[in-house]
Nanobody, 124 residues
Framework: QVQLVESGGGLVQAGGSLRLSCAASAGIFNNYAMGWFRQAPGKEREFVAAVKRSGGTTYYADSVKGRFTISRDNAKNTVYLQMNSLKPEDTAVYYC?????????????????WGQGTQVTVSS
């Protein structure tokens, strides 16, 4: 089963940028669609972005569309989330997840593996 480790979180001022990385091991990376989710204090985990196995199709939550970009490098077994124009409401723990299918990648249910999460804090 694939194992995932996120990095790149931190504290940034509103309007700033961060790039999150998620490195995968112990699996065939390009067999997995990849997603980013986030969970703010007191709220449920929510979908942020996802990319199909080939990397050719991406999806975004309306709240981040135009500001965030998901990409994957199958040669490096890594998926990225470039976050620009950050807002205080983007503050959350961000998780990457792997799914052995391109179907249903916008839904939390059905992902096969999750990382431990990385904290992103955006100050106003």
């Amino acid at each position: 089963q694939v194992q995932l480790v996120e990095s790149g979180g931190g504290l940034v001022q509103a309007g700033g940028s961060l790039r999150l990385s998620c490195a995968a091991s112990a699996g065939i990376f390009n067999n997995y669609a990849m997603g980013w989710f986030r969970q703010a204090p007191g709220k449920e985990r929510e979908f942020v972005a996802a990319v199909k196995r080939s990397g050719g199709t991406t999806y975004y939550a309306d709240s981040v569309k135009g500001r965030f970009t998901i990409s994957r490098d199958n040669a490096k077994n890594t998926v990225y989330l470039q976050m620009n124009s950050l807002k205080p409401e983007d503050t959350a723990v961000y998780y990457c997840a792997a799914r052995a299918s391109d179907w249903g990648i916008l839904r939390i249910k059905g992902y096969d593996a999750w990382g431990q999460g990385t904290q992103v804090t955006v100050s106003s």
